[in-house]
């Protein structure tokens, strides 16, 4: 089971988000536990202060070291990895959540705007983590985008059918777009393939759709698979196709306008 500790002002954000959807299964069935910690707790005086203002001035308020040191002694053992979120952090990816996925136990402060005391960082803290580059008002969401992110690599979280290692980002390439009834909805029709019941034709003209739509949304994640794919192509004694990018712009040229247009690639 991996074992999470948040240590925060606001525990409510954690604790509330973590019991519903995939993230509150996971806690029921005993693979995840997520338990959060105010340093408030260890505030000395009788307003139970755990910031201040920072020293030689600036915006925000500062978490004071002690209440923190605290909180991560009363948490931490010797296989605790002990996170800060931040902005100046490495940025949250699918490969990160899957290594984080291996650990026994996660311990993610969090701080408010203006941040904490640069000593717990340079004495607790063993990863910076941000999620990206835009300004929150402190950690908590992005502790609980670390935490859902993280908790579908362990195994058994997810059901059968939706596996992480299936998943869009595992794969390299976004996802296809999807349809359920009716068949004609605002005079667009579901791809005629799609109903065919043939499950190899199927699969493989949604892996077609899915390099188109990344080609056209992310042509980032598009140029990093076609390399891929270019290397596998290569490594082929006996060549039955043509290269990745000539199979890819066949199927383009056969798609029909209706399928372009509610595929959304028109
Ligand atoms: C005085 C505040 N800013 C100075 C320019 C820096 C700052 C500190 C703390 C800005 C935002 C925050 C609060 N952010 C987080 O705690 C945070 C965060 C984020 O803002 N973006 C992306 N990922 C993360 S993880 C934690």
């Known amino acids: 089971m991996l074992q999470i500790d948040v240590i925060t002002l606001f525990p409510e954000m954690i604790e509330g988000a973590a019991s519903f959807g995939v993230l509150g299964q996971a806690m029921k069935s005993d693979l995840l ?68 996925s291996k650990e ?28 990206g580059d835009y300004v929150l008002s402190g950690g908590e969401l992005g502790a609980l985008v670390v935490i859902d992110a993280v908790s579908r690599f362990i195994p058994g979280v997810l059901g059968h059918d939706e596996s992480a290692d299936k998943d869009s980002f595992s794969e390299g390439l976004l996802e296809h777009p999807n349809f359920t009834r009716p068949r004609e909805y605002l005079g667009e029709e579901v791809p005629e393939v799609l109903l065919s019941g043939n499950h ?14 990344t080609l056209v949304k992310r042509p980032d994640l598009f140029q990093a ?41 028109t």
């Open 104 to 131: 026994e136990h996660l311990v993610i402060l969090c701080g408010r705007y203006g941040g904490i005391d640069q000593r717990i960082i340079n004495e607790y803290v063993d990863q910076e983590i941000s999620i």
């Open 33 to 100: 536990r997520v338990t959060s910690h105010t340093p408030r707790e260890f505030a000395n005086d009788r307003h139970r202060t755990v910031d201040d203002r920072p020293f030689g001035g600036g915006d925000g308020m500062i978490m004071l070291a002690e209440p923190l040191e605290k909180s991560l002694q009363k948490v931490q053992h010797k296989n605790s990895k002990v996170i800060y979120m931040s902005p100046q952090g490495d940025v949250l990816t699918d490969k990160l959540a899957r290594e984080l």
């Open 200 to 213: 190899k034709r199927i699969g493989e003209w949604k892996v077609k759709v899915s390099a188109l739509v």
């Open 225 to 265: 698979w076609l390399e891929s794919e270019n290397e596998k192509y290569r490594a082929l004694k006996k060549k039955k196709t043509g290269t990745p990018l000539a199979e890819l712009k066949k199927f383009w040229f056969n798609l029909s306008l209706d399928d372009r247009k509610v595929l959304g690639l």
